[in-house]
C-alpha cells in the first residue's frame, strides 16, 4: 500500500466521521509516484476505450471551458505519458487545468488502493458511506483555483501527488463581506479577490505525498507552483431522499414510463398507483414496504462490494476468463455477498453481488461457503473457484458464475 498505515489509522479514528477540523499529514503518502502513474494508466483506459464515459471538467481561469474539455476526451493520453504532461500536450496555456470525478473506476489497483483507504473510516454498523464515495483527480500547472476562493458542502480529503508542490490557503472564519461574493450553486459563495484576504487565512504548502482534510463548508483556494496532480475524496453525506426514491421506483417496477412531457395529473397518478401495491396486477407478491427495504439493502450491498466507491468501468474490466492454472486472489474481503434472505423479497432466485454489480441464479442456493472463500488471503484457480460454488447447481452453471465473477473483478489476478 502506498500510504503510512498506522498514521491514516490514527487520522480515521480521531476524525472520522465528521471531519471537523482541518488536519495536515506530512508525508502520508509513501509512495506518490505509484499512486500517480496509476491515475496516469486509468486515464489512458478511459481516453482509448470509452472517452464518452469519462467525467472530466477542463477550466481556464475563472470559467468551465466547453472547447477543452473536449479536447481533452478526444485526446489520448500516449503510451507511458503522464497526466501532467498530457495536460501541457493539450492547454492553450500553463493556467488551464482540469479534473476527473470518479477516476477510480478506470484502474482496478487504484480502486484496491482507495477502497482500503475508505475501509479506515468506516465502522460497520456505526457509520457508513451509504451514498458513496466520489475518487477525483485534479490536474493543474500554475494560478489559482480556477473558480477561486470558495467552500465545498462535503470535507475534502487531498492527498498531493506532485511532481510539483501546492500551496493551500484555508479560512476557518468567514471574512468575506456579502460585496465581494458570488453565489454559485456548485461551490456555495465564491470570490476572485484572492491575494487581499490572504493574511487571514492559514496556509499550507503540499509537497509530494503530503496529505490535507478540508472541513466541509470551509472556504479554501489553492495556488499551482508547477506541474502536478492530487487525488481527492469526497465522502457524501447520506442523501435520504434520493435513496429512499429510487429504492421505491426499483421496487415497484412500473409496467411503463411515463411520456417526456405528461400533464401533472399523470404524475400524481403514477404516484398513487406506485404506492397503491394491491391495484397493479403485475405487483410481485411481496408487500412493497418489504421491497423498498430490500432495494435499499441492496444498494448498500453493491456499494460495500466495491468499498463505498463507484464500480469498476466495463473498459477497466478483463474481457475473457482467465486460463485455468492462473492464480487468482480476491480484489477485496467480501467483494462477494449473496442477498440474506432476510431482506430479499419473496422469490425463486438468489441475488449475488460482485463488486458493486448483480447477477441472478435461478433458484435459491446455499452460497455461504463462496462468501467465507472471500474473507481468504490465500490464491487459488478458476477449478478451486468453482468447487466451492453450490453443488446443487450443475456444473457448467458454476464455472459460468466463477467466469462472471473474474469478469466483473471480484476475483483479479495477483
Keep these: 500500500m502506498s500510504i503510512?498505515?498506522?498514521?491514516?489509522k490514527e487520522f480515521a479514528a480521531a476524525h472520522a466521521p465528521d471531519f471537523a477540523r482541518t488536519v495536515f499529514l506530512p508525508g502520508l503518502v509513501t509512495d506518490p509516484g505509484h499512486l500517480g502513474r496509476l491515475i496516469d494508466d486509468g486515464l489512458r483506459t478511459a481516453t482509448r476505450h470509452a472517452p464518452g464515459d469519462l467525467r472530466l471538467r477542463a477550466f481556464r481561469p475563472g470559467a468551465f471551458d466547453y472547447r477543452l474539455t473536449k479536447r481533452f476526451v478526444e485526446t489520448p493520453?500516449?503510451?507511458?505519458?503522464?497526466?501532467?504532461?498530457?495536460?501541457?500536450?493539450?492547454?492553450?496555456?500553463?493556467?488551464?487545468?482540469?479534473?476527473?470525478?470518479?477516476?477510480?473506476?478506470?484502474?482496478?489497483?487504484?480502486?484496491?488502493?482507495?477502497s482500503r483507504l475508505v475501509g479506515e473510516l468506516v465502522a460497520e454498523g456505526t457509520h457508513e458511506l451509504p451514498s458513496g464515495t466520489d475518487v477525483y483527480t485534479f490536474v493543474a500547472h500554475s494560478g489559482w483555483t480556477p473558480f477561486g476562493i470558495h467552500k465545498d458542502s462535503e470535507p475534502s480529503l487531498i492527498f498531493h501527488l506532485g511532481p510539483s508542490p501546492k500551496e493551500v490557503w484555508v479560512w476557518h472564519d468567514n471574512p468575506f463581506d456579502a460585496s465581494g461574493i458570488t453565489p454559485s450553486?456548485?461551490?456555495?459563495?465564491?470570490?476572485?479577490?484572492?491575494?487581499?484576504?490572504?493574511?487571514?487565512?492559514?496556509?499550507?504548502?503540499?509537497?509530494?505525498?503530503?496529505?490535507?482534510c478540508i472541513p466541509q463548508d470551509t472556504y479554501h483556494v489553492f495556488r499551482n507552483l508547477g506541474p502536478s496532480a492530487f487525488l481527492g475524496l469526497t465522502l457524501y453525506p447520506v442523501k435520504t431522499r434520493s435513496l429512499i426514491t429510487e429504492a421505491l421506483w426499483r421496487a415497484a417496477d412500473p409496467a411503463e414510463p411515463l411520456a417526456a412531457y405528461p400533464p401533472a395529473e399523470a404524475v400524481a397518478g403514477r404516484a398513487h398507483a406506485l404506492l397503491a401495491d394491491a391495484d397493479a396486477p403485475h405487483t410481485p407478491a411481496a408487500p412493497l414496504a418489504e421491497r423498498v427495504a430490500h432495494e435499499i439493502a441492496l444498494g448498500q450491498l453493491r456499494l460495500r462490494t466495491n468499498g463505498y466507491l463507484g464500480r469498476?468501468?466495463?473498459?477497466?474490466?478483463p474481457r475473457t476468463a482467465p486460463a485455468p492454472a492462473t492464480t487468482l486472489r480476491w480484489s477485496a474481503p467480501g467483494a462477494v455477498v449473496a442477498v440474506p434472505d432476510a431482506t430479499a423479497p419473496r422469490t425463486e432466485d438468489t441475488t449475488l453481488v460482485a463488486r458493486g454489480r448483480t447477477m441472478t441464479v435461478p433458484g435459491r442456493h446455499d452460497f455461504s461457503a463462496l462468501e467465507s472463500a472471500t474473507r481468504s488471503d490465500s490464491p487459488f484457480t478458476l477449478a478451486e473457484l468453482t468447487a466451492v460454488l453450490p453443488a446443487d447447481l450443475p456444473t457448467e452453471r458454476r464455472e459460468e458464475i466463477a467466469r462472471t465473477?473474474?469478469?466483473?473483478?471480484?476475483?483479479?489476478?495477483p
Design 312 to 317: 469498476p468501468h466495463r473498459a477497466a474490466l
Design 405 to 413: 465473477l473474474y469478469t466483473v473483478g471480484a476475483v483479479v489476478s
Design 77 to 114: 493520453l500516449a503510451d507511458g505519458e503522464r497526466v501532467v504532461d498530457w495536460l501541457a500536450r493539450t492547454a492553450d496555456s500553463d493556467e488551464e487545468c482540469l479534473a476527473v470525478n470518479d477516476v477510480s473506476s478506470w484502474n482496478l489497483d487504484l480502486t484496491a488502493e482507495v
Design 4 to 8: 503510512d498505515t498506522k498514521t491514516w
Design 185 to 212: 450553486p456548485s461551490f456555495g459563495r465564491i470570490t476572485f479577490d484572492i491575494e487581499e484576504h490572504l493574511g487571514s487565512a492559514e496556509r499550507h504548502l503540499l509537497r509530494p505525498g503530503d496529505f490535507l
